[in-house]
C-alpha cells in the first residue's frame, strides 16, 4: 500500500514504508508484503529488547527497564506510533495548557532525515557543512567577495635580526636623513640629528624576556615605527594572551612622561569592534608604553606588497570594488571616534589590518581630540590634510586621508607625496578616473582644497561610496541590472511612459529632521496654485519649506518662481545641492539643456553614488544634442539599479534609434524585464523601432509583429501597429518574392499578408469612434482582401 504520510512518495514494505519509515497510519492495512509475512506490525515480546536500550517513540526520552519504557510505559519493540488527533490523554496536560500542546510540532509526524535516515546508508558524517547563504560575509556589503586572510602565529612574525635599514632612518622632529653611513663606515643607530641636534635611536630598548611592569614578558620586535619600535608580548596576569608594546613620546623625562601618560588614557575608553583595544599604559625604564590588543592579520600595505611581489615588482593596485569594499567596513569606526570628539589624524594603508573577513583600524598613537591645541600632531606625507599644519586635524582632514588611501589603494599614484601631495591627477589621463567617474567625483569631493567641501560625515561619505561600489560591480556584471536600493535621498522612479520629463524624475526624499516638516505634512491637498499661497505662511523658511515652494511652483508652471526659492536656499546656504537640483528641474521645464545639464552636474559631484542626478544629467544631454554624454549615463543607470532599468532603457532606445542604430535601439529596450510596469511601452516602442529600421527584412518585421504580440495593447492599438507591419511585408513580398518566414501567424506570402491585413483594417473599422474612420478603414480592408468567386 502507499504511505499514507503527508508529502511521502513511498510504500509500506514489511510494515515499514520504504522511503520515510514510518509504519501505516492506524486502521489502515499493507497489500504489499509477501504471503508468507503478516500484513500487519507486530509487536516483539518485550525480552526481545535489551534493558538500558532508549524508548523509540517520538518525544519520548526514557529508557527500557525490565521491557517497558520507564517514562511512558511503551512496550519495548512497540510500533513507532502517535495519537491521530495529536492529543494528550485526559489528565496528562492541565486543561489551560491543552491548546499549545495539542498544536505542538512535537506531536507531529515529520519524515525522516539526518541521522534518522543514515541507518544502513553507511554515511557517518554530515557531507556538506552547511548552506553559505546563511553566512553574512563582513566584508563586501554582499556585493563583491573578498578572501578571508587566516590569522597570523604572532610567534612567526618576531624578527629574528630587528634593525632599520639605513635608507629608513629620518629624524623624528625635521624628517631629514640620520644615521646613514659616511666614507665606507656604517651608520650609526644612535646619536642626533646633525640638521635640528634633535637625539635619535634604532636600537631596541626591550629585549627577548624582559618583564615590563610586572606583568608583559617580552618575545621580540615586531616592527620600527613613527615612535620607535612595536614589540610584541605575553600577558602574564591574563592567560598569557598576546600584546603589543609601542613605546610614548617624551620617555626620557619623568614628568613629560607621567602628562603623555595622563593624555591619552582617554584611549582606553576607546571600545568598537572594527578598532584595536587599547588595554593599558605602563613605564619601564623610564620609558613609556600603550599595551595593545594583538591583531594577527596583514595590513593592506602589506596585501599590495604582496601583490607587487607577485607581479614581478611591478605595482599591482587592488581592484576597484575590493578597495572600496575595505574603506566601507572601516567608515563606522572613523564616525564612531568622530562621535566621541576624536579624530584619527593618520590613515593610511599601513593602519588597517584584515584578520579572517574582518578589519581592524590600529595604531591609535595619533589620536586627538578634535579640540586638541596643544599635543602634538601625528600624520604622513601624501595622506595628511594641506590645512592640518595652520588649522591642526579635524573631522574633514580624515575625510581627505581616507580619500587619498582609496587611490593609493586603487592605482599607482605616482607622486602622491611630491607632485600630486595635495591635488588629485588629471582624469583626462588617468584611466581609473576615465573609466569610474563616479569614484573621481566621490574621491574628488574627499580631497576638496576647502575642507567645507568636502564630505562632512564618516556616515555620508559612506552613503555615497556604498553606492559607487554598487556601480562599479554593476559595470562588472554587464548585462544584469543590480536588484534596486532605496536612496536615502530620493524616491524610487516611477516612470510608466516612453517619454522622460522633469516632473518624472525621481522626487527629493523629504527632509523629516526640518524643524517645519510636521506643519508642511499637515497641508490640506490643494491645487498648486493655492499651495503655494498656503506655503508663503510657513513659521519659517527653511529649506525643506522653500523645496516645497519650489515643487508647487514647478507644478503650477511658474519656473521663475522656483528659481527664486533655489537663489534664497543657496543664500542661507552655499552647500545646499538640493537647490541645484530645484534649479535643473526649473531649467528642464524652460527648455534650457546647458543650464539644465550644468545644475545636476553639480549635483551629481555632490552624491555620485546618487542615479537620480545621473538621469537627471542624461535627460539634459538628450535634450541638448549631446546624445554620447546621455547615452553613458543611461547606461550606468539601467546596469546600476532594477528600477532605473526602464526609463534608462528608454532613452538609450531613442538616442540609438535617433543615430539609426535600430540593433542598438532594440538591445536597449530588451533591457526592460517582463515585471516592469513599462514592458509593454517598451514591447510596442520595439516594434516601432523595427518596422522604421525594417527596410526589406522580412526577420524585422517578423520580430516586430513578435512584440505587438507581447505588448498587451488594446485592439484598436494592435490592429493600428499590426496593419503597418503586415503593410511594409506585404510591399517587400509584392516587390522581393515570398519570404520563409511568418510575420505573426501569417506566412510571408502575398494570400496569407493580405488576409492578416484585410482583419487589421476590419478591426480598426469596428473600434473606430467616428463614421468617416470606420469608411476609411472598410475601403482598406476591400482593397486588400485576396480576389475571389464571390
Known amino acids: 500500500m502507499k504511505c499514507q504520510q503527508p508529502g511521502c512518495t513511498g510504500t509500506v514494505v514489511d510494515g515499514y514504508c520504504d522511503v520515510c519509515g514510518m509504519p501505516p497510519a492506524a486502521g489502515s492495512t499493507t497489500t504489499s508484503a509477501p504471503a508468507s509475512r503478516a500484513t500487519t506490525p507486530t509487536t516483539p515480546p518485550a525480552a526481545a529488547v535489551q534493558d538500558g536500550t532508549k524508548c523509540q517513540q517520538p518525544g519520548c526520552t526514557g529508557t527500557i527497564v525490565d521491557g517497558y519504557c520507564d517514562v511512558c510505559g511503551t512496550p519495548a519493540g512497540a510500533p513507532v506510533v502517535a495519537s491521530p488527533s495529536g492529543d494528550t490523554p485526559s489528565g496528562d496536560t492541565p486543561a489551560g495548557d491543552a491548546a499549545s500542546v495539542a498544536t505542538g510540532s512535537f506531536r507531529l509526524e515529520s519524515a525522516a532525515i539526518g541521522s534518522q535516515r543514515a541507518t544502513g546508508t553507511g554515511a557517518t558524517h554530515r557531507v556538506r ?53 659616511k666614507d665606507g663606515r656604517p ?129 599591482d593596485p587592488l581592484p576597484v570594488d575590493v578597495a572600496l569594499a575595505y574603506i566601507l567596513e572601516i567608515l563606522p569606526a572613523f564616525q564612531y571616534l568622530h562621535d566621541l570628539g576624536l579624530v584619527y589624524c593618520d590613515f593610511k594603508p599601513d593602519n588597517l589590518i584584515q584578520v579572517g573577513d574582518a578589519l581592524k583600524l590600529i595604531d591609535l598613537g595619533g589620536v586627538r581630540h578634535v579640540d586638541d591645541q596643544e599635543s602634538a600632531i601625528y600624520g604622513t606625507v601624501g595622506y595628511q590634510a594641506p590645512e592640518v599644519a595652520t588649522v591642526g586635524p579635524t573631522v574633514a582632514s580624515d575625510i581627505y586621508t581616507i580619500g587619498r588611501t582609496l587611490v593609493v589603494l586603487c592605482m599607482e599614484f605616482k607622486g602622491y ?159 545646499e545641492w538640493r537647490a541645484l537640483w530645484v534649479s535643473g528641474l526649473a531649467a528642464l521645464q524652460q527648455e534650457k539643456w546647458d543650464n539644465a545639464a550644468s545644475a545636476f552636474n553639480a549635483v551629481y559631484k555632490q552624491v555620485p553614488g546618487e542615479l537620480a542626478p545621473k538621469l537627471a544629467l542624461a535627460l539634459a544631454c538628450e535634450k541638448g544634442d549631446r546624445s554620447q554624454v546621455a547615452a553613458e549615463f543611461y547606461n550606468t543607470c539601467a546596469e546600476t539599479d532594477a528600477a532605473y532599468v526602464a526609463p534608462s532603457a528608454f532613452g538609450m532606445a531613442r538616442i540609438r534609434a535617433e543615430m539609426g542604430d535600430t540593433d542598438g535601439a532594440v538591445a536597449a529596450l530588451d533591457l526592460v524585464p517582463p515585471t516592469s510596469r513599462g514592458y509593454g511601452e517598451s514591447r510596442q516602442l520595439r516594434a516601432e523601432v523595427l518596422l522604421r529600421g525594417s527596410g526589406e527584412d522580412l526577420m524585422r518585421l517578423a520580430a516586430a509583429m513578435t512584440s505587438v504580440e507581447s505588448a498587451g495593447l488594446e485592439p484598436y492599438d494592435r490592429a493600428k501597429l499590426s496593419s503597418k507591419i503586415l503593410g511594409r511585408a506585404l510591399e517587400v513580398v509584392t516587390s522581393k518574392g515570398p519570404g520563409t518566414v511568418r510575420i505573426g501567424s501569417y506566412e510571408a506570402k502575398e494570400p496569407a499578408l493580405r488576409d492578416g491585413l484585410e482583419a487589421s483594417y476590419r478591426i480598426l473599422a469596428r473600434e473606430a469612434q467616428d463614421r468617416d474612420t470606420q469608411v476609411l478603414m472598410v475601403g482598406r480592408a476591400n482593397a486588400v482582401r485576396n480576389w475571389t468567386l464571390t
Not at 614628568?255 to 593599558?280: G, K, S, T
Not at 536600493?485 to 525621481?506: I, K, M, R
Not at 506655503?535 to 516645497?548: C, F
Request: charged residues 25%; contains cysteine.
Open 417 to 575: 607625496q611630491s607632485t600630486y601631495l595635495s591635488s588629485l591627477p588629471d582624469p583626462e589621463t588617468t584611466a581609473l578616473f576615465r573609466d569610474n567617474d563616479s569614484l573621481y567625483c566621490l574621491v574628488a569631493k574627499c580631497c576638496a582644497a576647502d575642507p567645507a567641501d568636502r564630505f562632512q560625515s564618516a556616515d555620508e561619505l559612506r552613503v555615497q561610496l556604498l553606492g559607487v561600489l554598487r556601480e562599479v560591480v554593476a559595470k562588472q556584471k554587464a548585462g544584469t541590472a543590480l536588484t534596486s536600493a532605496a536612496s536615502q535621498l530620493f524616491e524610487t522612479p516611477a516612470v510608466t511612459t516612453v517619454a522622460l520629463d522633469w516632473d518624472q524624475l525621481p522626487a527629493l526624499r523629504e527632509d523629516t529632521s526640518d524643524a517645519q516638516y510636521a506643519w508642511l505634512t499637515s497641508l490640506a491637498p490643494v491645487s498648486p496654485e493655492e499651495r503655494l499661497e498656503q506655503l508663503k505662511k510657513a513659521p519659517e523658511d527653511t529649506a525643506e519649506v522653500r523645496i516645497w515652494r519650489a515643487r508647487a511652483a514647478l507644478e503650477a508652471q511658474q519656473g521663475e518662481e522656483a528659481l527664486a526659492q533655489s537663489s534664497a536656499m543657496l543664500q542661507a546656504d552655499p552647500w
Open 129 to 181: 557543512s552547511g548552506s553559505q547563504r546563511l553566512r553574512s560575509a563582513r566584508l563586501g556589503a554582499g556585493l563583491t567577495t573578498i578572501a578571508p586572510i587566516p590569522l597570523v602565529d604572532p610567534a612567526k612574525v618576531v624578527m629574528k635580526d630587528p634593525q632599520v635599514p639605513e635608507d629608513k632612518r629620518t629624524c623624528a622632529k625635521c624628517g631629514g636623513p640620520v644615521g646613514r653611513s
Open 187 to 315: 651608520g650609526r643607530t644612535e646619536g642626533f640629528c646633525p640638521a635640528c641636534g634633535q637625539e635619535f635611536s634604532f636600537t631596541p630598548k626591550l629585549h627577548p624576556g624582559d618583564l615590563v611592569a610586572g606583568q608583559y614578558e617580552v618575545a621580540g620586535c615586531l616592527a620600527h615605527g613613527g615612535l620607535g619600535w612595536i614589540y610584541l608580548a605575553r600577558d602574564k596576569n591574563v592567560s598569557d594572551r598576546w600584546v603589543v608594546l609601542k613605546g610614548l613620546l617624551n620617555s626620557g623625562d619623568a614628568d613629560a612622561l607621567a602628562a603623555a601618560i595622563a593624555e591619552q588614557r582617554f584611549l582606553a575608553q576607546v571600545e568598537h569592534p572594527l578598532i584595536v583595544e587599547i588595554y593599558n599604559f605602563v613605564t619601564h625604564d623610564n620609558a613609556g608604553y600603550i599595551v595593545m590588543e594583538y591583531v594577527g592579520g596583514r595590513s593592506l600595505k602589506q596585501v599590495l606588497k604582496e601583490r607587487m611581489r607577485d607581479n614581478g615588482g611591478a605595482y
